[in-house]
Each structure stands twice: as structure tokens, then as C-alpha cells.
């Protein structure tokens, strides 16, 4: 495996910005060129050790549900190779892990699915016995399936801040009625088959969090990535039990360390340890075989 690339240096292309895994930079006026790097955040922090393959990882699965949801909605890929909008020197920081995309209007809300209830939901739950406003029904314990999955909305926060949850009142109140009920059903959507494919491949998907831009037509597209082991829990679904919190192909491994090492979880974050990032990036790999049948 190539070393990790914590941060791009391509002077070939306008540096847009840097995002705590992703580094932006100009094609033209119509295009983007996103690389994912191996960046690592964690309770909004971005850490300074980087994993090894993670962004290949994120960049194969998000194609991967790309190209298997797009009969629901268009994303924002051109279909361009990232290698060919780059000078020829520049193209290792590039392979496998950049994407050429449509410039569009990115919406100030995070379109959040939960299928599952764990997390902030679990949290909400206890104290309200609703998530994000909606009403659940009694008794329901950790990890327990939802009746049906649930849209549940936050802000998008910048880097270092906090996403913020929110109602749907609040975000038909940020999008206007019309385009947040689009949101919501196409996050819908695009969960309940995705989540329906990853059983079949042994995964529960509890949550995810999907980004949706306009394009110049005003039309609802996909953005960012879909469905990664960044912005989803994965759970094992032979490992699964009601009440427990299952292990998770996700950043949850650095998660446990970082609790249990002291951390205040303010910047900066702390290195992480070899056999952490070897584990995490084990668990990353894992999901994307399991998920796609193709090996990093």
C-alpha cells in the first residue's frame, strides 16, 4: 500500500478549500476536483495521524452507491478522470481517490437517516422519547430497529464547530417547505435501498447522512460522498443485538481510544498509536469488500 496522504500539494489547480478529509481545488467554472485524503476527524477534531488507504476506501464506496442509486437521483460526478485535469507529476496524489464533480449550490442542512436507534438519537430518545421532534413509540431499547427510518436533519457546521440537530419545522424553515420535503424523501430513498443492498452483503447501515446541492436547473442532486464508512454506521450484522452497541466499520475504534486516553477532545488531537490505525484501517478495508466484493 502507498503511504498515507494526510494533505494534497497540486499547484496545477486552483486550492478552493480544505474540508477535515477532503481538499477542494478548481477545474474550471463548471467543475470541481475533490480528493479524498486519509485525514481522520473525530468529535469534530481532524486528527494528526492519517489512515492508510482511507481515502481510496471512501472514494470506491461512494462511487459504488453513486452508480447503484442513481436511477433515485443524479449525483454530482461529470464522469471525468481525475488524473486527466491534473499535471502529469500530480497524478499519484490523485488516483483512486479523486473525483471530478459539477460546481453546485450545496443546502446548509445535512439530510440525516436513522434506521436504527443509537448515537445522539439514543441520547434524545432517553430524555424525550422523540428524535429530532419525531415521536417514537415506548420501550424502544439501544440499537433497536425502527419502526421505520426516520429523517432527522442537522446543520452543517464548519470546521472545529459542532453540527447542530434539528426539527423538519426548522429545516422547511431553511430550504423552504417544497425543496425540504424533496430532501427528506429522497434521503428516504436512496437509505431504505441502500440499507436493504447492505443486508444482503451482511451489513445494517444504523445511520447515514446524505448532502444534496441544485444544479443550474434547480434540480436535487447528490453531492459529496454517499454511504462511506465516514459519514454512515456500518454494523456487522452477525454481531448484532438489541440492546448492545455493536462494533462498527467506521472511525468507532478511534472513537473508544480517544475516550478512553484522556483527551479533552479539543484541538490539537493527539497521535494515534500504530495498532489503532492499523485497525482502523483494517476496518475500513473490510467495508468496502464486504460492501462491493473489491479489495484495497
Known amino acids: 500500500m502507498s503511504p498515507p496522504l494526510f494533505e494534497t500539494r497540486l499547484k496545477s489547480l486552483p486550492l478552493l478549500h480544505r474540508g477535515k478529509v477532503r481538499d477542494l ?15 481522520l476527524s473525530a468529535f469534530d477534531v481532524v486528527l494528526p495521524t492519517p489512515i492508510p488507504g482511507k481515502g481510496r476506501v471512501l472514494t470506491a464506496v461512494s462511487n459504488f ?13 461529470t464522469g471525468d478522470a481525475a488524473e486527466d485535469v491534473v499535471a502529469p507529476d500530480e497524478r499519484g ?14 443546502l446548509p442542512v445535512e439530510a440525516i437517516v436513522r434506521g436504527y436507534l443509537v448515537g445522539s438519537g439514543w441520547q434524545d430518545y432517553q430524555a424525550t422519547g422523540r428524535v429530532c421532534g419525531i415521536d417514537l413509540p415506548p420501550g424502544l431499547r439501544l440499537a433497536e430497529r425502527l419502526p421505520q427510518p426516520i429523517f432527522t436533519p442537522s446543520t452543517k457546521a464548519a ?18 417547505p417544497s425543496l425540504a420535503a424533496q430532501v427528506r424523501d429522497a434521503a428516504l430513498a436512496l437509505y ?19 448532502e444534496f446541492g441544485l444544479d443550474a436547473k434547480g434540480r436535487l442532486t447528490l453531492i459529496d460522498e454517499a454511504l462511506t464508512p465516514d459519514s454512515s454506521r456500518f454494523w456487522p450484522a ?5 440492546g448492545e452497541n455493536p462494533p462498527s466499520f467506521d472511525k468507532q475504534y478511534v472513537r473508544d481510544w480517544l475516550e478512553a486516553s ?19 484501517a483494517e476496518k475500513y478495508a473490510e467495508a468496502l469488500l464486504r460492501l462491493t466484493g473489491v479489495a484495497l
Open 159 to 176: 470546521v472545529g464547530a459542532h453540527d447542530e440537530n434539528i426539527d423538519f419545522a426548522r429545516c422547511a424553515a431553511l430550504l423552504g
Open 25 to 39: 481545488y478548481a477545474v474550471d467554472e463548471r467543475r470541481l476536483l475533490i480528493v479524498t485524503t486519509d485525514r
Open 65 to 77: 452507491w453513486f452508480q447503484k442509486l442513481a436511477h433515485i437521483l443524479p449525483n454530482h460526478l
Open 262 to 280: 484522556g483527551w479533552d477532545k479539543r484541538p490539537p488531537g493527539p497521535e494515534l498509536p500504530p495498532e489503532v490505525v492499523e485497525r482502523t
Open 238 to 242: 452477525d454481531r448484532y443485538r438489541v
Open 93 to 106: 496524489q490523485v488516483a483512486g481517490r479523486a473525483v471530478v464533480a459539477w460546481r453546485l449550490d450545496a
Open 192 to 210: 431504505r435501498e441502500a440499507a436493504e443492498y447492505a443486508r444482503t452483503r451482511g451489513i445494517l447501515i444504523a445511520d447515514t447522512k446524505f
